[in-house]
């Protein structure tokens, strides 16, 4: 039986050509399963009533009130998302549960985020 080659016989992969492959197949991977290129976005459905959108390059979504909770997601510009009437040191409720600063969303025209 013939031997199948995959490499030419002098060739080996080691030092930075394996470093350089490693990190493109990790970037990857990091890429499928964030889900593409595309930044990730919210639709809000209206149902709280109050519509807000994303008046910031980046937006962390956290998991409590505050900026030592867990950023549990990074929403970008002109992303919307559905939030409640509740305020809490200045970060807004949203319908999920978590929270993001109130000073980095606007109310969507006819929302009643009041």
């Known amino acids: 039986m013939a031997k199948v080659k995959i490499w030419p016989k002098g060739l080996r ?25 595309d ?15 994303v008046a910031v390059p980046e937006l962390n979504v956290r998991s409590g009130p505050s900026q030592q909770a867990v950023s549990v997601q990074t929403l970008a510009q002109g992303a919307t998302i559905d939030g409640t009437n509740v305020l809490t040191a200045g ?9 993001v600063f109130d000073q980095y969303v606007t109310p969507i025209a006819g929302s009643t985020c009041t």
């Open 91 to 99: 970060f807004r409720q949203l319908k999920d549960g978590n929270w």
């Open 13 to 37: 992969l080691k030092g930075w050509p394996l470093v350089i492959i490693i990190g493109l197949l990790l970037a990857l991977v990091a890429i499928v399963d964030r889900g593409g290129l």
């Open 39 to 53: 930044p990730v976005t919210s639709a809000a459905d209206g149902s709280t009533g109050c519509a807000l959108r």
